[in-house]
């Protein structure tokens, strides 16, 4: 996703049980229920402005005036193009027109993973962020402090922690390892909608489909959700 629109959230810190075992499939196979992985809230201002901004973008891009986020079905990788986790932050935390498309309200996200692989989170999961053009009404979006989709790929704390965290999401809003999508994937998903005309094309470069092939056969290879 190009700086221009970055958006992807911010969430927590993750204790990296599974760096360990993260071995040449990118992917440590875990067993039993999925538990929530550790996180830091470094949650960014989202107060009733906000939300109204967000409800009245709503409307303009999806034909709903809410806020909310209900019942997603899309998990939205994004990388940063930024070093640091208050990089990522400060762009997402002041409530300005964003510096691509000049709406309001700002870009966010919902979580970003720093290199050390540590979770912060930005947003609540039950509020709307504006990541994804056309999907930011069904889209938890993740971000990723780096520079490149093939830097984020090949760390391993990294990538241990946002498998941790997808792998959980996934499991408790029952979204499909086909869904869990890079942004420059974002016009190929069946839940892509957009009402304003000039933006039904509008896609960002990072996290592309061949390096999401690795991102989800790793996540496939960490097992299926618990059925009970």
């Known amino acids: 996703m190009k700086r221009a629109l970055i958006v992807v959230g911010i969430v927590g810190a993750c204790a990296i049980g599974a760096v360990s075992s993260f ?17 830091t809230s470094s949650l960014i201002p989202f107060g009733p402005k906000r939300k109204r901004e967000m409800a009245a973008y709503s409307e303009r891009h999806y034909g709903e005036h809410t806020w909310r986020l209900k019942h997603p079905k899309v998990i939205v990788e994004h990388m940063a193009e930024i070093g640091t986790v208050s990089g990522v932050f400060n762009t997402f ?3 300005v027109p964003d510096v691509e498309l000049h709406e309001l309200p700002n870009t966010c996200a919902h979580f970003v993973i720093d290199k050390s692989g540590v979770i912060h989170q930005l947003v609540s999961l039950n509020i709307m962020c504006r990541h994804t053009v056309g999907l930011n009404w069904t889209a938890i979006g993740i971000e990723h402090v780096g520079f490149s989709d093939q830097e984020i790929l090949e760390n391993p704390r990294q990538m241990a922690s946002s498998l941790r965290l997808v792998r959980w999401l996934r499991c408790r809003y029952h979204i499909a390892v086909r869904n869990v999508i890079g942004h420059n994937e974002s016009l190929s998903s069946p839940y892509h909608h957009e009402d304003v005309p ?22 496939g290879a960490m097992g299926s959700c618990p059925t009970t």
């Open 23 to 39: 071995g040449a499939s990118g992917a440590a196979r875990l067993e039993g229920p999925v538990a929530r992985p550790h996180m």
């Open 198 to 219: 000039s933006l039904r094309a509008q896609t960002h470069e990072d996290f592309k489909h061949a390096d999401m092939q690795i991102y989800r056969r790793r996540l």
């Open 93 to 95: 935390a002041p409530d």
